[in-house]
């Protein structure tokens, strides 16, 4: 199983179109452990939240269960090693995000990480 966090998609642009390096995001994880509203869910459907294993949902449906603002499928430790857990069912939200971007530099400052070497 491929448990590589979304922002580690080959080729991954922030929105000025230059790649970011993907180590950030295997070494970071912040957007993943800042708040338990990010993770929500969208467009999926009800299909795709099934896919997703029971224990990684919320009571509600609504997004993946947190512990505190932590994803409970965020594997490692915020700002050193991470992982996703049930990447290749991840929400839209997760496929979505953009490393560099707006929210993942809000993350990465809130736990002290640099917010980007090339920006
Ligand atoms: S905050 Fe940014 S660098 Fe960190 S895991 Fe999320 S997208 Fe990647
Ligand atoms: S589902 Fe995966 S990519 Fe999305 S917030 Fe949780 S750990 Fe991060």
Redesign the pocket.
């Known amino acids: 199983m491929n448990r590589e966090?979304?922002a580690n998609l080959a080729g991954a642009a922030t929105p000025s179109g230059r790649e970011h390096p993907r180590e950030d995001c295997r070494t970071c994880g912040a957007c993943?452990a800042f708040s338990r509203d990010w993770?929500r869910f969208t467009l999926e459907t009800d299909a795709d939240i099934e896919r997703i294993p029971a224990a990684f949902v919320n009571e509600a449906s609504s997004g993946?269960r947190c512990n505190g603002d932590r994803?409970s499928?965020?594997i490692g430790d915020v700002g050193i090693s991470t992982t996703?857990a049930?990447y290749g069912q991840?929400?839209e939200v997760?496929r979505a995000c953009e490393p560099g971007d707006d929210a993942c530099r809000i993350a990465r400052q809130h736990f002290g990480i640099d917010a980007g070497r090339d920006g």
Do not use: D, N, S
């Open positions: 966090h979304p993943c993770p993946m994803c499928a965020l996703c049930v991840r929400p997760c």
